[in-house]
């Protein structure tokens, strides 16, 4: 019974991952039309994201592989605090339109920057 311990965690992780993955990935064009974006703005924030994050995974990955101090159990939780906060203030209303979207692909970029 022990030895299922570890796999059950696994699956724990990678089950909550994927589901802040599809729920930010699915409703983005819902939540962020709902901000008066146009279809062409929305596509260009996703697009933004999916450049930072390709720019900034092998940095992160770097630092996860050489650092000493830094584990990847911290690295993950600390990307993972990042999501929630950006999360967090996209759902306050009244926010500007640019904030929305700066808020929107930090929250994107930093999600796929966990996928590695």
Do not use: E
């Amino acid at each position: 019974m022990r030895t299922h311990i570890p796999t059950i965690r696994y699956a724990g992780v990678q089950g909550s991952f994927w589901m802040g993955f599809c729920i930010c990935f699915s409703y983005a064009s819902m939540f962020l039309l709902s901000r008066g974006y146009t279809n062409s703005q929305i596509g260009l924030i996703i697009a933004v994201a999916g450049i930072i994050s390709s720019v900034l995974q092998p940095l992160v990955a770097g630092l996860a592989d050489r650092s000493v101090k830094i584990t990847l159990r911290m690295l993950i939780l600390l990307l993972s605090v990042i999501m929630v906060l950006f999360a967090a203030l996209l759902y306050f209303p009244g926010l500007h339109f640019l904030w929305n979207a700066v808020f929107y692909i930090v929250l994107l970029a930093t999600l796929q920057m966990l996928t590695p």
